[in-house]
């Protein structure tokens, strides 16, 4: 099954201890993204990948680490989580990253994450 | 920069009614795809159609389609025969070449039965 995959789904953390929130697809995507999700704003870009070891900042890149050593694997690394990292997070992906139809997102079940 | 505006942050419709749902975008390039996703209480973001900025035709994907009027730059979404599981929230984006996908703030809808 095509399918983009998402570990942990629910995290509990506290301020400071640094984290790891993995992502892989199966369709052989070449772009791949991060968003974060929270109420009233939407969905904001985190950081993006257009193929591997190509990664570029998103609109809300700060706080947060990524790296694309393989095509299938995107982990979003925080390496001292504050509160206001407390979100939910969705990992995609996409054939191309152009604007046609093959750049429909598919996305991850998320990851709901609360640092205390 | 991109910008993508939903201004309908809950809607109530009737079962079986037709409802629209707005966004209007914002860019300087002539080239863009235009999307809209679901996104149910279970928290998944599920595709639902896409308009291409030279696409001659307005989308349609069953019970869904995209009001597209260009010149406006708007993309509005119609949802035909509403059913209670069309209770979700919806978000429209927007995606220049090889740049980021902007989505709007979303729309809860709520179908009455």
């Known amino acids: 099954e095509a399918q983009v995959t998402q570990n942990p789904r629910y995290l509990i953390t506290v301020t400071g201890k640094k984290l790891t929130v993995t992502c892989s697809q199966n369709?052989?995507?070449?772009?791949m993204s991060w968003y974060r999700q929270d109420p009233g704003l939407g969905l904001r870009q985190i950081y993006y990948s257009m193929n591997v070891e190509v990664t570029d900042k998103g609109d809300v890149p700060e706080g947060y680490k990524v790296s694309r050593k393989e095509k299938r694997n995107f982990p979003l690394i925080l390496e001292s989580p504050s509160p206001n990292q407390t979100s939910l997070y969705f990992c995609?992906?996409?054939?191309?990253?152009?604007?046609?139809?093959?750049?429909?997102?598919?996305f991850g079940p998320g990851t709901r994450l609360t640092v205390l | 920069a991109q910008k993508i505006t939903q201004t309908q942050p809950g809607m109530f419709v009737q079962e079986k009614e037709a409802v629209t749902l707005d966004c209007t975008y914002d860019t300087s390039d002539q080239s863009y795809g235009l999307f809209w996703y679901k996104q149910p209480s279970s928290g998944e973001m599920i595709f639902l159609i896409y308009q291409g900025s030279y696409d001659e035709q307005n989308a349609t994907e069953g019970r869904y389609s995209l009001n597209f009027q260009k010149a406006r730059k708007s993309a509005n979404l119609v949802i035909s025969a509403s059913q209670l599981g069309d209770s979700a929230m919806y978000f429209c984006?927007?995606?220049?070449?090889?740049?980021?996908?902007?989505f709007g703030g979303g729309t809860r809808l709520m179908v009455k039965p």
């Open positions: 369709m052989n995507h070449e772009y």
């Open positions: 984006a927007m995606r220049e070449p090889y740049n980021m996908l902007t």
């Open positions: 995609a992906s996409s054939f191309s990253g152009g604007s046609g139809r093959a750049s429909e997102q598919f």
